[in-house]
């Protein structure tokens, strides 16, 4: 049994204050910025395996493609422009929610199989929402988990407006997408897609998935959107990978 159960909450609260101070320490300085949370910090945390040096935001939880997407989102989109919007996110992450949902309004969804933090729990290949329902979609690295993607993707495109835009990214690890749906058991996974819960490895070819159901895609890299400079102030590595922007115009 943990003994700061039985402590004065004001006890607890200073505690807690000191710990995140000893945790934050060795990163705090200005060597690196997160345009999500705004804050500076000497360098990224490691994350991933195996681990990747500075590439987790430690105020925010951020990485290095939430990064360059909310850059996108800042200077190439009208996301932030004040207009009333609807967006669903899908398979939101933490460190954005707060901060969209204050800036977008009512019209933010955040949406999911299995997280019972979100709006709405979906089924991404059965979108229970009518034709034209989102201004925006943003899905990030959610399709190479996904069996059907096709059809997820065309779900995408169903309930995007006409003159809306969906920001999706998935890895891309490959020459050309290899998937096999007998491999089944996550060790196999893991040898040939990468990862426990993958089902496939996508390529460049990517790219034409999305353009089958009509989407209109337009691939942005870091060095459209970043400077030098900017790219080593985020952080920004080849892991963050390429942004997909779609529309349907």
Same mark, same amino acid.
Request: proline content about 6%; hydrophobic content about 35%.
């Given at each position: 049994?943990?003994?700061?159960?039985?402590?004065?909450?004001?006890?607890?609260?200073?505690?807690?204050?000191?710990? *995140?101070?000893?945790?934050?320490?060795?990163?705090?300085?200005?060597?690196?910025?997160?345009?999500?949370?705004?804050?500076?910090?000497?360098?990224?945390?490691?994350?991933?395996?195996?681990?990747?040096? *500075?590439?987790?935001?430690?105020?925010?939880?951020?990485?290095?493609?939430?990064?360059?997407?909310?850059?996108?989102?800042?200077?190439?989109?009208?996301?932030?422009?004040?207009?009333?919007?609807?967006?669903?996110?899908?398979?939101?992450?933490?460190?954005?929610?707060?901060?969209?949902?204050?800036?977008?309004?009512?019209?933010?969804?955040?949406?999911?199989?299995?997280?019972?933090?979100?709006?709405?729990?979906? *089924?991404?290949?059965?979108?229970?929402?009518?034709?034209?329902?989102?201004?925006?979609?943003?899905?990030?690295?959610?399709?190479?988990?996904?069996? *059907?993607?096709?059809?997820?993707?065309?779900?995408?495109?169903?309930?995007?407006?006409?003159?809306?835009?969906?920001?999706?990214?998935?890895?891309?690890?490959?020459?050309?997408?290899?998937?096999?749906?007998?491999?089944?058991?996550?060790?196999?996974?893991?040898?040939?897609?990468?990862?426990?819960?993958?089902?496939?490895?996508?390529?460049?070819?990517?790219?034409?998935?999305?353009?089958?159901?009509?989407?209109?895609?337009?691939?942005?890299?870091?060095?459209?959107?970043?400077?030098?400079?900017?790219?080593?102030?985020?952080?920004?590595?080849?892991?963050?990978?390429?942004?997909?922007?779609?529309?349907?115009?």
């Amino acid at each position: 049994m943990k003994m700061t159960k039985f402590l004065p909450m004001f006890i607890k609260k200073s505690l807690r204050t000191a710990r *995140d101070y000893l945790d934050y320490l060795p990163y705090r300085g200005n060597g690196r910025y997160c345009p999500i949370c705004k804050k500076s910090s000497k360098k990224f945390g490691k994350f991933g395996i195996p681990p990747r040096d *500075d590439a987790l935001c430690m105020y925010c939880k951020s990485l290095e493609r939430h990064r360059l997407v909310w850059r996108c989102f800042e200077t190439k989109t009208d996301l932030f422009d004040g207009r009333s919007k609807t967006m669903l996110h899908v398979a939101p992450e933490q460190g954005m929610v707060k901060i969209l949902e204050k800036r977008i309004g009512s019209g933010y969804v955040t949406a999911d199989l299995n997280s019972p933090e979100v709006m709405v729990k979906l *089924d991404i290949t059965q979108i229970p929402c009518g034709d034209k329902s989102f201004d925006v979609i943003y899905c990030s690295n959610v399709l190479e988990h996904i069996p *059907d993607d096709k059809r997820a993707i065309r779900e995408l495109y169903r309930v995007l407006k006409a003159d809306g835009w969906a920001v999706i990214l998935v890895p891309v690890t490959a020459d050309v997408t290899f998937e096999d749906a007998s491999i089944t058991e996550p060790e196999e996974r893991l040898k040939y897609f990468g990862q426990e819960d993958h089902v496939r490895r996508y390529g460049p070819d990517f790219i034409t998935r999305l353009e089958e159901p009509g989407f209109i895609v337009r691939v942005i890299s870091p060095h459209d959107i970043l400077s030098r400079e900017e790219i080593t102030l985020m952080g920004i590595t080849a892991s963050a990978g390429d942004i997909y922007f779609c529309t349907k115009q």
